[in-house]
């Protein structure tokens, strides 16, 4: 039985996983998952261990918010916690060219032109979390204060209800 090997955007993130000694699972999904929805759905948890990784244009630079999959990203909540005046949710080719990977399936790590990385501090309430990584494909799940620690990623309140 041979293994295949992991798809490159997929491999970038366990590779930078390894390298910072953390841990994470990541698996693999015969159904897609490029929803919050889906995610749940395919691993089995709720909406809310569900961490939505979500690119907004700041301007001047580019931050990446963490948000539970049950909840909406505030652009005024983001703006602040980014301390910028407004914050634009990125376009589909923005994501890629600014993150490395394809919209739904964005990882919070590693990536190549976010300046920051902003979580919601109601995923820390949780044992485990579920993040993109890299492919709609294959998730990852990992500790809350390890996926902070590793995307060096600032706590805010960041979220809102979905109404």
């Known amino acids: 039985m041979s293994i295949r090997p992991l798809p490159e955007p997929v491999e970038r993130v366990a590779r930078f996983i390894r390298e910072n000694g953390?841990?994470?699972?990541?698996?693999?999904?015969?159904?897609p998952t490029p929803t919050a929805q889906d995610a749940a759905g395919a691993i089995g948890c709720g909406l809310e261990q569900i961490v939505k990784s979500l690119l907004f244009d700041c301007g001047d630079l580019y931050v990446l918010a963490l948000v539970p999959g049950d909840r909406r990203?505030?652009?005024g909540k983001v703006a602040k916690a980014a301390?910028?005046?407004?914050?634009?949710?990125?376009?589909?080719?923005e994501v890629l060219h600014v993150t490395g990977f394809p919209p739904g399936a964005v990882a919070p790590f590693p990536l190549k032109r976010v300046e920051r990385v902003i979580g919601d501090r109601l995923?820390?309430?949780?044992a485990q979390v579920w993040i993109g990584a890299g492919s709609i494909h294959y998730m990852a799940g990992i500790a809350p204060a390890e996926l902070f620690r590793l995307a060096r990623a600032v706590t805010a309140d960041i979220s809102q209800d979905i109404a």
């Open 22 to 31: 953390a841990e994470a699972r990541i698996e693999q999904f015969t159904t």
């Open 73 to 75: 990203a505030d652009l």
């Open 83 to 93: 301390s910028v005046a407004r914050a634009r949710v990125a376009k589909g080719g």
């Open 123 to 126: 995923l820390l309430t949780h």
